[in-house]
């Protein structure tokens, strides 16, 4: 059965930071693709973060390049994301996400290249991150 359970979430200041884990099983990690998103009510869940497990190529969206890095930890089958200078409109729940293929999928939209939620096959159940002024 595979399991993601996310971890690390909480309520930070402004310009604070925060280290989200994904812990995984279930599932070949060596040779899969996890990435991380968040969505707020109302909205459609967002793509920011993604790592192949096999080769280690990543993807960021534009929205949190230069804050947010991801790292794999292959002994322990997790992901983490770190956050920095984290911000409000940050808030959000955060989930990760599988794709059993090691391979980050994203496109070209509107000139931004975005990474879709439709990519993943499995989901955890998420934490909530909170970041107040």
């Known amino acids: 059965e595979v399991q993601l359970v996310e971890s690390g979430g909480g309520l930070v200041q402004a310009g604070g930071s925060l280290r989200l884990s994904c812990a995984t099983s279930g599932f070949n990690f060596a040779d899969s693709a996890i990435g991380w998103f968040r969505q707020v009510p109302g909205k459609e869940r967002e793509g920011l973060s993604c790592?192949?497990?096999?080769?280690?190529?990543?993807y960021f969206a534009d929205s949190v390049k230069g804050r947010f890095t991801i790292s794999k930890d292959n002994a322990n089958y997790t992901v983490y994301l770190q956050m920095n200078n984290l911000k409000p409109e940050d808030t959000a729940f955060y989930y990760c996400?599988?794709?059993?293929?090691?391979?980050?999928?994203?496109?070209?939209?509107?000139?931004?290249?975005?990474?879709?939620?439709?990519?993943?096959?499995?989901w955890g159940q998420g934490t909530q991150v909170t970041i107040s002024t």
């Open positions: 790592i192949s497990t096999s080769d280690g190529s990543t």
């Open positions: 996400g599988v794709r059993l293929e090691a391979v980050c999928l994203s496109t070209i939209v509107a000139g931004t290249n975005r990474m879709s939620h439709h990519g993943m096959d499995y």
